[in-house]
């Protein structure tokens, strides 16, 4: 079992930066590739990015490829979500996962992740 809870959230206005953190708890967090995940509201959830057990590789929706930079340290357990130029669109409950196997094929797929937290709020004002 991993415990997901991120934290980081809240409001910005359009422009600024943010960095959303989660911080697993449970099984070897080196085990699982990590990613992020939003849902804004009437959308369906939607992948944002996605970094390897190593963190050797990452993975980036179109949307926020060169604004948004997925890392993570093995070490604290802990992904993290730097959010740069942030634009209302961006506006949405944001989610952490944990994926044991780490396909590249499948690492942007919801379905492929065994677990997740609980979401923090981001919404940017225009």
């Known amino acids: 079992q991993v415990q997901l809870v991120e934290s980081g959230g809240g409001l910005v206005q359009a422009g600024d930066s943010l960095t959303l953190s989660c911080l697993a708890s449970g099984r070897t967090f080196s085990s699982y590739a990590m990613g992020w995940f939003r849902q804004a509201p009437g959308k369906e959830r939607e992948f944002v990015a996605a970094?390897?057990?190593?963190?050797?590789?990452?993975y980036y929706a179109h949307s926020v490829k060169d604004r948004f930079t997925i890392s993570r340290d093995n070490a604290k357990n802990t992904v993290y979500l730097q959010m740069n130029s942030l634009k209302p669109e961006d506006t949405a409950v944001y989610y952490c996962?944990?994926?044991?196997?780490?396909?590249?094929?499948?690492?942007?797929?919801?379905?492929?992740?065994?677990?997740w937290g609980q979401g923090t709020q981001v919404t940017v004002s225009s």
């Open positions: 970094i390897s057990r190593t963190g050797g590789s990452t």
């Open positions: 996962a944990a994926d044991y196997y780490g396909a590249r094929e499948t690492i942007s797929r919801g379905t492929a992740y065994d677990y």
